[in-house]
T-cell receptor, first 113, second 110 residues
Framework: GAGVSQTPSNKVTEKGKYVELRCDPISGHTALYWYRQSLGQGPEFLIY????????DSGLPNDRFFAVRPEGSVSTLKIQRTERGDSAVYLC???????????FGQGTRLTVV | RKEVEQDPGPFNVPEGATVAFNCTYSNSASQSFFWYRQDCRKEPKLLMS???SGNEDGRFTAQLNRASQYISLLIRDSKLSDSATYLC???????????FGSGTRLQVQP
């Protein structure tokens, strides 16, 4: 498809485990964003990539969170030693340039039990 | 203080009503503004960009007041299908990511 694709759509994991969430942006979009959304809240910024580099990771809550985009296309958000408070919907978005309209994937609903 | 603030609602209105949402932003360096719509358990989708001169798209009108640092969205002749959460979104100079408000929930009733 032509949109942003995220996998898995749902992930249930045990506290303390490691998880990886994948995002495949719209082809040709150089800007890629990760957001996290909890119930009743707006999306909260985590990290922004321009090409392969993380241009702004100021939203990552702590060093358990890390993201990569090695070839400037697909990105993976990695969470180590998951905690129950990490439960949320993780949204990925891409845009042609920073600050312009961002197109979102359907998100990965992460539940830590 | 949050960078982008919205009244969470819910706004419960009958079909055909006109409803307005406001949003305030704290950083005067903000330069681009958007309204996104989010349906329950779905991803946010762009509703419209907000321009300094104000802009209209069918039943939707967006206004920007830079002096008071607020953005508004007016929906005329509300439809049942307008029921959703409306997210105010701001992009400011020097910050590459979009900053989202918490959203205002609209419920249009028959």
């Amino acid at each position: 498809g032509a949109g942003v694709s995220q996998t898995p759509s749902n992930k249930v994991t045990e506290k303390g485990k490691y998880v990886e969430l994948r995002c495949d942006p719209i082809s040709g979009h150089t800007a890629l964003y990760w957001y996290r959304q909890s119930l009743g809240q707006g999306p909260e910024f985590l990290i922004y990539f321009q090409g392969t580099g993380a241009a702004d990771d100021s939203g990552l809550p702590n060093d358990r969170f890390f993201a990569v985009r090695p070839e400037g296309s697909v990105s993976t958000l990695k969470i180590q030693r998951t905690e129950r408070g990490d439960s949320a919907v993780y949204l990925c978005a891409s845009s042609s340039t920073a600050g312009t309209e961002a197109f979102f994937g359907q998100g990965t609903r992460l539940t830590v039990v | 203080r949050k960078e982008v603030e919205q009244d969470p609602g819910p706004f419960n209105v009958p079909e055909g009503a006109t409803v307005a949402f406001n949003c305030t932003y704290s950083n005067s360096a903000s330069q681009s503004f958007f309204w996104y719509r989010q349906d329950c358990r779905k991803e946010p989708k762009l509703l419209m960009s907000v321009y300094s001169s104000g802009n209209e798209d069918g039943r939707f009108t967006a206004q920007l007041n830079r002096a008071s640092q607020y953005i508004s969205l007016l929906i005329r002749d509300s439809k049942l299908s307008d029921s959703a959460t409306y997210l105010c979104v701001v992009h400011r100079t020097g910050r590459r990511a979009l900053t989202f408000g918490s959203g205002t929930r609209l419920q249009v009733q028959p």
